[in-house]
Every structure is written in C-alpha cells, then in structure tokens.
C-alpha cells in the first residue's frame, strides 16, 4: 500500500522487452536516494504502479513486467531516459498524508490541457469512460502516483492543481499536453458504488 506521497524520481537505465519464460518486460531503474535500506522483493510504485524489486546494484532496481501491467498501464510506453515517480511502500505506523493508494492503476488517461498559474498549475485529463463515475469533485485520485484532489470532473474530463514544490518533486515537471498518465481512482469510492 502506497499513500501517493511521491519519496522522489528515479530515471530509466534499461529495458528488455521479450523474455522467454518470464515477464514480458524487465526494466532498470535509478532510484536515486529511493534505493535507501531498499531489499529485494519489496514493493516500489513507479508512476503510480506497484512492482517488486527482483534486482539492486546500488541505486539501480530491476522490475519485472508482465503483459497486462504493460499494456493496462503507460510503463509499456517508457524510454530509456524516462522519468518516473517512485514511492516505496507504506510502513505500518507512518503518518498517512496522501490518500489509500494500492498501486493498482485503473486506467491511461491522457494529458489534455495545462494552464501556469503563479501559485499553481492546474491541469485536466481525458480519463476512460468507464472511470468517470468513481471519480468526483473534491475526492481523491492517483495520477503517476500522486495522491490529488479533484477541482472539477465534468464527464471525461478532469482536473487537478499542482503547487509548484509538486511538480519540482515529481515527473510532472517533464509532462506534457498529449502525455499519457496512469490513473487510480480513489479505493472507497470503488467499495461504495458496489
């Protein structure tokens, strides 16, 4: 379980794409600062999306990923050079500041307006018809793995606003309109409509 608090970035090193008898895609990543008292078979979201560590040579961290995470996810669309958001997973007892994220990302949605503000940047996404009902105004959303809350959600569309320490901290600093964004629409929301 993650809380959508983004710890830092990391950048792609590698990418293997089709293994025999494994996953489909195994990528190295640099973690960075992130790579910190990091074991092999922890979790790490990156941009949003849980993976387990299944290598470590200081700082870098190899994932492993099956078709599903590539193709349901934007990860299938990462270059070397890529940034990513990491977060390592919650530990019990820590302050939760974000939200209840579980790394399970829902859907793509798609990057379609950004406007700078002095104070904020506020940005809107085209999400998947089939999320729109789980997401609402002044609720709770992952975007790359960072725990928002919704300004406005009109149909398909929805937006969200930045400070500016949050896109200093995070692969937002690099995005734009076009850009594709993995999606998590808030678990209680989920638990609710069923």
């Known amino acids: 379980m993650f809380t ?4 830092g970035t990391g950048k792609v090193q590698k ?18 600062k992130c790579a910190k ?16 560590v299944t290598k470590l040579s200081k700082n ?8 599903e995470t590539t193709k349901k996810t934007d990860l299938g669309n990462l270059k070397i050079g890529s940034i990513v958001n990491v977060e390592r997973s919650l530990k019990v007892g820590e302050r939760l500041e974000g939200h209840f994220v579980l790394g ?7 990057i379609t307006k950004i406007q700078k503000k002095p104070k904020e940047v506020k940005v809107w996404f ?20 960072i725990s928002l809350t919704v300004v406005e959600a ?13 896109i ?18 808030d678990i209680l929301g989920k638990y609710i409509l069923k």
Do not use: W
């Not at 959508?4 to 710890?7: A, D, L, T």
């Not at 008898?21 to 960075?32: E, F, I, P, Y």
């Not at 008292?37 to 387990?52: D, E, F, R, Y």
């Not at 399970?104 to 798609?110: E, I, M, R, Y």
């Open 60 to 67: 870098l961290g190899r994932f492993e990923m099956i078709d």
């Open 37 to 52: 008292g990091l074991k092999i078979g922890q979790s790490v979201a990156l941009n949003g999306v849980c993976l387990t």
């Open 15 to 32: 990418i293997t794409k089709n293994t025999k008898n494994r996953s489909a895609v195994k990528m190295t990543v640099n973690l960075g």
């Open 4 to 7: 959508g608090i983004i710890s």
């Open 168 to 185: 200093q901290v995070t692969n937002f600093r690099t995005k734009k309109v076009g850009d594709k964004v993995n999606i998590e629409t």
């Open 104 to 110: 399970h990302v829902d859907g793509v949605g798609t």
């Open 126 to 145: 085209n999400v998947p018809k089939k999320l729109a009902k789980y997401i609402v105004k002044k609720g709770s959303i992952a975007i790359d793995g």
């Open 154 to 166: 009109k149909n398909n569309n929805v937006s969200v606003c930045f400070i500016p320490h949050t």
